[in-house]
């Protein structure tokens, strides 16, 4: 199943590459073709993360309520989910469901120089997309292997400017630092990882990346904000009511006189 999914890759970005005839091109359209068709998972992952951003103070409140009864929360949430029309693991599963993607197009672009039966380059820029950062200046010394490096640097930089974006929306100081460091080891992490990886994946990640970035700032938001909206006036038209039954109400004991 998995080399079937795979050898479909294969065949998409040969065809591709038949078309355009560079192979760094076929893997930009490959990637691109591919960010496409996922958007529709991604509008619906971004969607469940802005009802549960609403939906999160009633949650916390039913949460705390019941914190001395773990059964009875479960079945306190579990109204609330079905009420409020709500699945917790909306936001995950198109996020899953990509996974396999593009670890295909991870496994078809590492063996790009199989695929093209011999060296595959992206025109003039990346003479060799089998090689990465380490090999070429093992083979051209600094001078020849500079597109490579770039391609590694941006391969960070696109790792770091995503979780940049995505602390805007928090307002904790706390949180925010914390965020921001997170973000710079990860990309550190990343050029490390990059160092070793064929240009043929860096060239892949970074225009995925690319696409995430553009698609964050162009779409991401409007759709944050409008299910946000719409989530809230629910909220409004329909109240959420946390204690929904009531515990029986024992006799005072009447004083002696």
Same mark, same amino acid.
């Given at each position: 199943?998995?080399?079937?999914?795979?050898?479909?890759?294969?065949?998409?970005?040969?065809?591709?590459?038949?078309?355009?005839?560079?192979?760094?091109?076929?893997?930009?359209?490959?990637?691109?073709?591919?960010?496409?068709?996922?958007?529709?998972?991604?509008?619906?992952?971004?969607?469940?993360?802005?009802?549960?951003?609403?939906?999160?103070?009633?949650?916390?409140?039913?949460?705390?309520?019941?914190?001395?009864?773990?059964?009875?929360?479960?079945?306190?949430?579990?109204?609330?989910?079905?009420?409020?029309?709500?699945?917790?693991?909306?936001?995950?599963?198109?996020?899953?469901?990509?996974?396999?993607?593009?670890?295909?197009?991870?496994?078809?672009?590492?063996?790009?120089?199989?695929?093209?039966?011999?060296?595959?380059?992206?025109?003039?820029?990346?003479?060799?997309?089998?090689?990465?950062?380490?090999?070429?200046?093992?083979?051209?010394?600094?001078?020849?292997?500079?597109?490579?490096?770039?391609?590694?640097?941006?391969?960070?930089?696109?790792?770091?400017?995503?979780? =940049? *974006?995505?602390?805007?929306? #928090?307002?904790?100081?706390?949180?925010?630092?914390?965020?921001? @460091?997170?973000?710079? /080891? !990860? &990309?550190?992490?990343?050029?490390?990882?990059?160092?070793?990886?064929?240009?043929?994946? =860096? *060239?892949?990640?970074?225009? #995925?990346?690319?696409?995430?970035?553009?698609?964050?700032?162009? @779409?991401?938001?409007? /759709? !944050? &904000?409008?299910?946000?909206?719409?989530?809230?006036?629910?909220?409004?038209?329909?109240?959420?009511?946390?204690?929904?039954?009531?515990?029986?109400?024992?006799?005072?004991?009447?004083?002696?006189?």
């Amino acid at each position: 199943m998995w080399e079937a999914f795979t050898n479909l890759i294969t065949y998409i970005l040969t065809s591709i590459h038949g078309l355009c005839g560079d192979w760094g091109l076929a893997i930009i359209i490959l990637t691109l073709i591919v960010r496409l068709l996922i958007m529709p998972l991604m509008t619906k992952s971004t969607k469940s993360s802005a009802k549960m951003q609403v939906l999160q103070p009633q949650m916390q409140a039913i949460q705390e309520r019941y914190a001395d009864d773990p059964q009875r929360m479960q079945e306190e949430m579990r109204k609330f989910y079905s009420e409020n029309k709500f699945n917790p693991m909306g936001g995950c599963l198109p996020i899953l469901l990509q996974m396999p993607i593009f670890f295909a197009l991870f496994s078809v672009i590492r063996n790009v120089e199989v695929i093209a039966n011999g060296t595959a380059s992206f025109f003039n820029i990346v003479p060799n997309l089998s090689y990465g950062p380490a090999q070429a200046i093992a083979e051209s010394g600094i001078s020849g292997a500079v597109v490579y490096i770039f391609l590694d640097v941006l391969f960070g930089v696109l790792t770091l400017i995503p979780m =940049l *974006l995505n602390t805007q929306i #928090s307002t904790d100081p706390a949180q925010l630092r914390t965020s921001k @460091i997170m973000g710079v /080891v !990860m &990309a550190v992490w990343m050029v490390w990882i990059g160092w070793n990886l064929p240009s043929g994946v =860096l *060239l892949y990640y970074n225009t #995925s990346a690319l696409w995430q970035v553009a698609q964050q700032q162009l @779409i991401t938001k409007r /759709v !944050m &904000a409008d299910a946000k909206a719409e989530a809230e006036a629910k909220l409004a038209e329909r109240p959420i009511e946390v204690n929904v039954t009531r515990k029986e109400n024992k006799r005072r004991p009447h004083k002696k006189s």
